[in-house]
């Protein structure tokens, strides 16, 4: 077994230090790094994904990816190795 097998796609995944992120239904795009704060993202995007613990708990900032996973924005921030993001969020009037 040849342990450098896997060195491309790591070396790749480690340029990608940018996202576009893309978030729905308003159809906003912008750059992101990664690791930032999915929260800071939105916001600096003017879009507005409600909050209300910052903990997780509440599930105010439950938001959908692309792929269908749910998650909760407060505790996510941009993924590694993906130059693309696309973020549904939903629209509860309680929040």
Same mark, same amino acid.
């Given at each position: 077994?040849?342990?450098? @097998?896997?060195?491309?796609? %790591?070396?790749?995944?480690?340029?990608?230090?940018? +996202?576009?992120?893309?978030?729905?239904?308003?159809?906003? +795009?912008?750059? $992101? !790094?990664?690791? !930032? $704060? %999915?929260?800071?993202? $939105?916001?600096?995007?003017?879009? %507005?994904?409600? +909050?209300?613990?910052?903990?997780? @708990?509440?599930?105010?900032?439950?938001?959908?990816?692309?792929?269908?996973?749910?998650?909760? $924005?407060? %505790?996510? @921030?941009?993924?590694?190795?993906?130059?693309?993001? +696309?973020?549904?969020?939903?629209?509860?009037?309680?929040?």
């Amino acid at each position: 077994m040849n342990p450098f @097998s896997n060195t491309r796609i %790591l070396n790749f995944e480690l340029l990608i230090m940018s +996202t576009r992120i893309r978030f729905l239904p308003d159809n906003v +795009t912008v750059d $992101a !790094e990664v690791g !930032e $704060a %999915l929260l800071d993202v $939105a916001d600096r995007a003017g879009v %507005l994904i409600p +909050t209300g613990c910052l903990m997780g @708990s509440c599930h105010a900032c439950t938001v959908e990816l692309e792929d269908g996973e749910i998650i909760r $924005a407060c %505790l996510t @921030s941009v993924p590694p190795g993906k130059d693309e993001l +696309t973020i549904n969020v939903f629209s509860d009037p309680t929040w």
